[in-house]
């Protein structure tokens, strides 16, 4: 079976997300979250249908209640699943599509190695499967090990077969996802089962990434050969020598370089955040992405606006939202439309 993992800005059936309420994740904060969330809805529900998972009766009306009272009422659906968290990017799997159709493929979660409390969230794949009505299939590792570990942050592809990921994140020891499993091994599970026939290695992530250098919050493919890559130009700033030597990597590799600045260091009790403006949204007709109250907001909006120009761009703010590590893209999975 021929397989091929759409871009991100090829046609979505729908975005799905998870509704927050697990208080943890924003100590302090997760009041104002929801409001966030409905504005996410809002944007998004004029393009395209919008799928949200409700833990509990009380999150399913915490979430009618807010987008009611920001006026969205349609092109959304609200489903019963039980989350520990919202972060659907890398509990749900990764849309591809076949010559029979569209596929789910579902990776092993296990929290990023983190944390301890996933159990609902592993099904979370399995469940956005079965309410969508689409067939799945659950990844294995290569060398019989079994099922795969791996995020949906934690890749990025053109459309064409070429995908970007990071060795902080699946190769380097402090992570715990596939122990033991090689660059040659995962390379083989990214050709079977998301019809990868080149990866790209970046070195590092974000300060402040939880995730252990998720790619997404780093660069993102913007079309088949250009990358918009988050680069620090300070020498004195924790993220400058690690952009320095991705961008390195992309241009030996061939792929075109936009430059996205960084916002201001996002400082939350001491804590460094993974505030990036790389970690945008595209949708049908739209390219959602994080602001931090900084005027770096504004060249990167450009930025953004220059690569999108068929799209509109909207600005969603998230100094609030990134307290729980995450930004647009790691809360949101799109679900690719059929092939014509």
């Not at 994740?25 to 979250?33: F, R, T, V, Y």
């Not at 409001?35 to 996410?40: K, L």
């Not at 489903?79 to 990776?107: C, F, K, L, P, Q």
């Not at 992309?250 to 201001?264: C, D, E």
Request: a negative charge; aromatic letters at 8%.
């Amino acid at each position: 079976m021929s397989i091929r993992w759409p871009a991100e800005w090829e046609p979505h059936a729908a975005t799905w997300i998870a509704w927050p309420h697990h208080e943890p994740d924003w100590p302090g904060k997760i009041a104002a979250i929801p409001w966030v969330y409905a504005e996410i809805v809002r944007v998004l529900a004029a393009y395209e249908p919008v799928e949200i998972l409700c833990h509990d009766e009380a999150t399913w009306e915490n979430a009618a209640r807010a987008l009611a009272l920001h006026d969205v009422r349609e092109n959304f659906r609200l489903h019963r699943v039980e989350t520990d968290r919202v972060w659907t990017r890398d509990s749900g799997g990764s849309g591809v599509v076949t010559e029979e159709g569209v596929r789910w493929i579902r990776w092993r979660f296990n929290a990023w190695a983190k944390y301890d409390n996933y159990t609902r969230d592993e099904r979370v794949g399995e469940r956005i499967a079965e309410l969508s009505g689409i067939p799945s299939i659950e990844a294995q590792r290569p060398d019989g090990a079994g099922r795969l570990v791996l995020e949906g942050g934690a890749i990025d592809t053109n459309g064409a077969g070429v995908m970007l990921t990071t060795e902080e994140c699946l190769l380097s020891p402090i992570q715990e996802r596939n122990p033991g499993l090689t660059r040659q091994g995962y390379e083989e599970a990214f050709a079977r089962y998301l019809g990868i026939e080149r990866t790209i290695w970046l070195g590092r992530g974000c300060a402040g990434d939880d995730t252990h250098g998720h790619v997404d919050d780093i660069a993102r493919f913007v079309s088949e050969d250009t990358v918009a890559l988050a680069y620090e130009p300070n020498p004195a700033d924790e993220n400058h020598a690690a952009s320095v030597e991705n961008e390195e990597r992309l241009l030996s590799a061939g792929i075109n370089v936009v430059r996205l600045p960084f916002p201001r260091a996002v400082i939350m009790d001491g804590t460094r955040l993974p505030a990036s403006y790389a970690n945008f949204y595209i949708a049908n007709g739209v390219v959602l992405v994080p602001t931090f109250n900084d005027p770096q907001d504004r060249h990167a909006l450009n930025i953004i606006a220059s690569l999108f120009p068929e799209r509109e761009v909207v600005g969603i703010h998230s100094v609030d939202l990134v307290w729980g590590l995450g930004t647009l893209h790691c809360l949101t999975q799109q679900q690719p439309a059929p092939p014509a």
